[in-house]
């Protein structure tokens, strides 16, 4: 008699090879619905999305005209994909774009390097035979050869990337500075996403970074038809492709209108704030004031294979430097009221304002 064999329906979608594809390949991770997230190079981040940018989404952040804060999210999304090998295309105002790689954050240490460190050190002070000595760097490079490297990883923004991680990348910068016409950056997107497809079952994944997209510095800035119909074609590239394009573009320089239409045709929609120092009554409001240096508030969040909403546990959250070296982001809390010590959060038992009870008076 034949095994009994699960049923399995026609309808059914079978994401084991998949799977097995983004578990071989480095910076990828596999998410519900099949969709495919590449980290954003900032992991608390990554958590909010829920996992990440999904691969084939259009992420449209909004520039604070006071700070530049969403330099830093550029910064690590850049590094994060030279890390992992992703083809990367930069396109920026500037006359020379490609100095802008020398600000990118280098990765921290992880711990699985931390405790190789501290057991070699342990190694090195073992008296053992003089010709046994020579195995434990052999096994050393060997394990560090064979790590992979980490999905999310955390950047020291005091330090620059370093020159190794350059070496053999597909890295394409293109300046934007005096640009009439998006027709020629438009060809080379395509073209640069054509090298990536997917070969032999693996998921090959790169990087589109277009900073200040609607700088007056660039000519195109009064045409935004153009600049609209040039995120629309981007957009149904990068959908059919391996990739993910982050685009900042500054609301402030533009009409609202024109800002709502690039808000709609965004995958996944986030604004940046700053903090200034001044604001005393937001430093009574809010704990951790002072560490802040700016507002991360996300507006949308890519959906892809799937009808059913993120559910956000939080909106705005806090940007803060840890250490004065690594970008972190936290849930706004608010201070304690009347400065007293215990819980954060004012009491809510009472409709009035007064925390007297009493009999109800109808």
């Not at 930069?90 to 490609?98: G, I, L, N, V």
């Not at 990348?169 to 009439?180: G, R, V």
């Not at 640069?192 to 990087?207: C, D, E, I, K, Y």
Request: aromatic share 6%; hydrophobic share 35%; glycine share 6%.
């Amino acid at each position: 008699m034949a095994a009994n064999k699960p049923r399995s329906s026609s309808f059914s979608r079978n994401f084991s090879a998949a799977s097995n594809a983004v578990s071989n390949t480095p910076g990828l991770k596999h998410g519900p619905n099949g969709t495919m997230f590449l980290s954003s190079g900032i992991p608390d981040l990554d958590k909010m999305l829920g996992g990440g940018l999904a691969l084939g989404s259009l992420v449209m952040v909004m520039e604070d005209p006071e700070a530049p804060h969403h330099m830093l999210l550029l910064r690590n999304f850049m590094a994060q994909g030279l890390v992992h090998h992703q083809p990367l295309i930069y396109a920026s105002p500037a006359k020379d774009p490609r100095g802008f790689l020398g600000t990118l954050p280098n990765p921290m240490a992880s711990k699985d390097d931390k405790a190789r460190s501290h057991d070699t050190e342990q190694e090195k002070g073992l008296r053992i035979a003089w010709q046994y000595k020579k195995y434990f760097g052999e096994q050393n490079s060997d394990s560090h050869r064979d790590s992979k490297s980490e999905y999310s990883s955390e950047f020291d923004l005091r330090k620059p990337l370093e020159r190794h991680f350059f070496n053999g990348q597909n890295i394409d910068c293109i300046s934007l500075k005096d640009s009439a016409d998006l027709a020629a950056f438009h060809d080379r997107c395509s073209s640069f996403l054509s090298q990536t497809p997917r070969n032999n079952g693996n998921v090959t994944s790169a990087r589109i970074a277009v900073q200040s997209l609607c700088s007056p510095q660039c000519e195109f800035s009064n045409k935004e038809w153009e600049m609209l119909s040039f995120v629309r074609s981007l957009k149904s590239v990068i959908r059919l492709s391996n990739a993910v394009a982050v685009i900042t573009f500054p609301p402030s320089l533009v009409s609202p209108a024109f800002s709502k239409r690039l808000q709609h045709l965004a995958d996944t929609l986030v604004s940046v704030k700053a903090i200034p120092d001044e604001d005393k009554e937001l430093a009574k409001l809010l704990t951790g004031y002072q560490d802040m240096v700016g507002l991360l508030s996300v507006h949308k969040v890519a959906r892809i294979n799937t009808q059913v909403p993120a559910i956000l546990e939080a909106t705005t959250f806090s940007m803060k430097l840890q250490k004065r070296r690594s970008l972190i982001l936290e849930c706004l809390n608010q201070a304690p009221v009347d400065g007293s010590s215990g819980t954060s959060y004012a009491s809510s038992g009472s409709c009035s304002g007064s925390s007297k009870t009493g009999t109800l008076d109808f």
